[in-house]
């Protein structure tokens, strides 16, 4: 009984040893060997470690210890790793081709292998010493898996077709990962829009955003409402939890505070939903811009009679109503130095080449004369109502008509004073033009305009102040330009040019905009 009872505490206690070990896999000694730190490594990034101590987690400069135990990496081959997870549609092209870009751009070699329907990798290679640089590992399934994955620790980029949802935001913060809105905490990679779609052989060429609401939650069933021939509307979308689909709910259905329908047939994949409205005389699909296919994009309509149809620069602009920013999101920890230098990469001008090539809308800033357009300045002496006069039109007009109009706008939240994602972003690019030198010796314009609800006066006024909020939060992001170099200004017209109706909630989120002028 005694050595049945000694080989017991003899198992356990070489049990809960190897328990221990298996915990505390490294331990860190500063080189004058006075402190020490023992715990389960979290991560290297080729500089600095990352651990799980007893403290808590702990950042090291890894210049100042030495490693010692079974999880220490190897110091002198070592390959940066990097998971990324989330939206196929960006991870079927877009972060395929700009890590390909980066190579390129960078003296590596990219090779790509493929694990399985979800799962792929690229090892980049070190073309001069033939060594393995790093490794971007791919799971590629949705928005929602991807902020998932992000929270349970197993992913160090999401790739997301929406902003992040404020229950995942707080379990991020609660994680330990920071603000997940924070501007070095997510960017806008590129642009998408959300689109509805008809077969080519369909006769209906425009809906409403209130239509198309009504459609997809089932109150509209035949094309004869439409406009169309007398037949049952077939109803095609992308999966639930993707983020294309759930914008769809943010920006059409949830403004008019609507249900989905539940007869809507689903699709994991962009292309293969554009193939079957194709294919289907009497199906209306929603799908992204970059992946419309051969199907017909039906141009969003309002009852004052203007029209946005989806296009490279109204998206661009964000005059297009829907337009869909493709996110990524990093968690507040140090990632290797390649993969900031990749993230640096996706900021440049060949980037925004090769997101261009790609299909996608790039951010590459393009100046717009009056006279390409369209008809904004006819259009907005058409709209005037009884409170925009005659002066503060021509005063529009003398002021604007020898400028240039960037694609670069801003708008901001709904019933906030706070910039949208994509403007934020945009605030960034600005700030580093500005720093770049690129706008020297001109003026930039900032100017507000405004939905036409409630007094012009009032609405003038609100739209200067939004003016001025964007100047100032792009003055405080270009740290080291020398803003003597250049004039930025600031101006408002209020409700004096819209682009689209005020009747819906997404035509006044387009209108209250501030657009940046160049001269």
Same mark, same amino acid.
């Given at each position: 009984?005694?050595?049945?009872?000694?080989?017991?505490?003899?198992?356990?206690?070489?049990?809960?040893?190897?328990?221990?070990?298996?915990?505390?896999?490294?331990?860190?000694?500063?080189?004058?060997?006075?402190?020490?730190?023992?715990?389960?490594?979290?991560?290297?990034?080729?500089?600095?470690?990352?651990?799980?101590?007893?403290?808590?987690?702990?950042?090291?400069?890894?210049?100042?210890?030495?490693?010692?135990?079974?999880?220490?990496?190897?110091?002198?081959?070592?390959?940066?790793?990097?998971?990324?997870?989330?939206?196929?549609?960006?991870?079927?092209?877009?972060?395929?081709?700009?890590?390909?870009?980066?190579?390129?751009?960078?003296?590596?070699?990219?090779?790509?292998?493929?694990?399985?329907?979800?799962?792929?990798?690229?090892?980049?290679?070190?073309?001069?010493?033939?060594?393995?640089?790093?490794?971007?590992?791919?799971?590629?399934?949705?928005?929602?898996?991807?902020?998932?994955?992000?929270?349970?620790?197993?992913?160090?980029?999401?790739?997301?077709?929406?902003?992040?949802?404020?229950?995942?935001?707080?379990?991020?913060?609660?994680?330990?990962?920071?603000?997940?809105?924070?501007?070095?905490?997510?960017?806008?990679?590129?642009?998408?829009?959300?689109?509805?779609?008809?077969?080519?052989?369909?006769?209906?060429?425009?809906?409403?955003?209130?239509?198309?609401?009504?459609?997809?939650?089932?109150?509209?069933?035949?094309?004869?409402?439409?406009?169309?021939?007398?037949?049952?509307?077939?109803?095609?979308?992308?999966?639930?939890?993707?983020?294309?689909?759930?914008?769809?709910?943010?920006?059409?259905?949830?403004?008019?505070?609507?249900?989905?329908?539940?007869?809507?047939?689903?699709?994991?994949?962009?292309?293969?939903?554009?193939?079957?409205?194709?294919?289907?005389?009497?199906?209306?699909?929603?799908?992204?811009?970059?992946?419309?296919?051969?199907?017909?994009?039906?141009?969003?309509?309002?009852?004052?009679?203007?029209?946005?149809?989806?296009?490279?620069?109204?998206?661009?602009?964000?005059?297009?109503?829907?337009?869909?920013?493709?996110?990524?999101?990093?968690?507040?920890?140090?990632?290797?130095?390649?993969?900031?230098?990749?993230?640096?990469?996706?900021?440049?001008?060949?980037?925004?080449?090769?997101?261009? #090539? /790609?299909?996608? @809308?790039?951010? *590459?800033?393009? &100046?717009?004369?009056?006279?390409?357009?369209?008809?904004? %300045? =006819?259009?907005?002496?058409?709209?005037?109502?009884?409170?925009?006069?005659?002066?503060?039109?021509?005063?529009?007009?003398?002021?604007?008509?020898?400028?240039?109009?960037?694609?670069?706008?801003?708008?901001?939240?709904?019933?906030?004073?706070?910039?949208?994602?994509?403007?934020?972003?945009?605030?960034?690019?600005?700030?580093?033009?500005?720093?770049?030198?690129?706008?020297?010796?001109?003026?930039?314009?900032?100017?507000?305009?405004?939905?036409?609800?409630?007094?012009?006066?009032?609405?003038?006024?609100?739209?200067?102040? #939004? /003016?001025?909020? @964007?100047?100032? *939060?792009?003055? &405080?992001?270009?740290?080291?330009?020398?803003?003597?170099? %250049? =004039?930025?200004?600031?101006?408002?017209?209020?409700?004096?040019?819209?682009?689209?109706?005020?009747?819906?909630?997404?035509?006044?989120?387009?209108?209250?905009?501030?657009?940046?002028?160049?001269?």
């Amino acid at each position: 009984m005694l050595v049945k009872r000694a080989g017991l505490y003899v198992a356990l206690f070489l049990f809960l040893t190897v328990q221990a070990a298996m915990a505390q896999d490294v331990t860190l000694t500063s080189r004058d060997g006075r402190v020490e730190l023992n715990g389960t490594l979290l991560g290297f990034d080729g500089e600095f470690y990352r651990i799980e101590t007893l403290y808590g987690e702990l950042t090291v400069d890894g210049s100042g210890v030495l490693c010692d135990g079974p999880g220490c990496p190897n110091l002198d081959d070592y390959v940066a790793e990097l998971s990324i997870s989330g939206s196929a549609t960006m991870g079927a092209v877009l972060m395929p081709a700009l890590i390909e870009g980066f190579a390129l751009r960078n003296d590596y070699i990219p090779t790509r292998q493929v694990e399985d329907k979800t799962h792929f990798s690229y090892t980049l290679t070190d073309a001069q010493t033939k060594k393995r640089a790093a490794v971007f590992r791919f799971r590629v399934t949705n928005t929602n898996e991807g902020f998932a994955d992000l929270l349970a620790n197993e992913a160090d980029m999401v790739m997301a077709l929406r902003e992040i949802r404020p229950d995942e935001q707080l379990r991020a913060e609660e994680a330990g990962m920071g603000d997940l809105t924070g501007e070095n905490r997510s960017r806008v990679l590129a642009l998408d829009a959300v689109v509805p779609i008809v077969a080519p052989n369909n006769p209906v060429r425009d809906i409403s955003p209130v239509d198309l609401a009504q459609a997809y939650a089932g109150k509209i069933t035949n094309w004869s409402d439409l406009g169309g021939p007398d037949a049952p509307i077939t109803l095609h979308g992308p999966a639930l939890g993707t983020g294309l689909g759930q914008a769809i709910e943010d920006e059409v259905i949830a403004p008019m505070g609507l249900q989905l329908s539940p007869n809507i047939v689903r699709h994991d994949r962009g292309v293969e939903l554009a193939m079957a409205v194709t294919s289907d005389a009497f199906a209306l699909g929603v799908a992204s811009f970059a992946e419309i296919g051969n199907a017909e994009a039906l141009t969003l309509t309002g009852p004052c009679g203007r029209a946005l149809r989806a296009t490279r620069r109204s998206i661009k602009t964000e005059d297009y109503p829907l337009t869909a920013p493709m996110f990524v999101y990093l968690p507040a920890r140090r990632l290797p130095k390649i993969a900031r230098e990749f993230l640096a990469f996706t900021r440049g001008p060949t980037a925004q080449i090769v997101i261009r #090539r /790609a299909g996608f @809308v790039d951010q *590459a800033p393009e &100046e717009i004369p009056v006279d390409e357009q369209g008809n904004r %300045l =006819a259009n907005a002496i058409a709209a005037a109502g009884p409170e925009v006069s005659l002066n503060e039109l021509q005063r529009m007009t003398a002021t604007l008509a020898p400028m240039t109009r960037l694609t670069t706008s801003f708008r901001f939240e709904a019933g906030s004073v706070r910039l949208d994602a994509q403007s934020r972003s945009n605030v960034q690019q600005v700030a580093r033009a500005l720093e770049q030198g690129r706008y020297d010796a001109r003026r930039l314009l900032f100017v507000g305009f405004s939905d036409g609800d409630g007094p012009a006066e009032i609405n003038k006024g609100i739209a200067l102040q #939004r /003016a001025d909020a @964007v100047r100032r *939060a792009i003055v &405080e992001a270009a740290e080291t330009a020398d803003l003597d170099q %250049l =004039a930025l200004d600031i101006d408002a017209f209020g409700e004096a040019m819209p682009m689209a109706c005020d009747g819906s909630a997404w035509g006044r989120q387009a209108n209250r905009r501030v657009e940046v002028w160049v001269r």
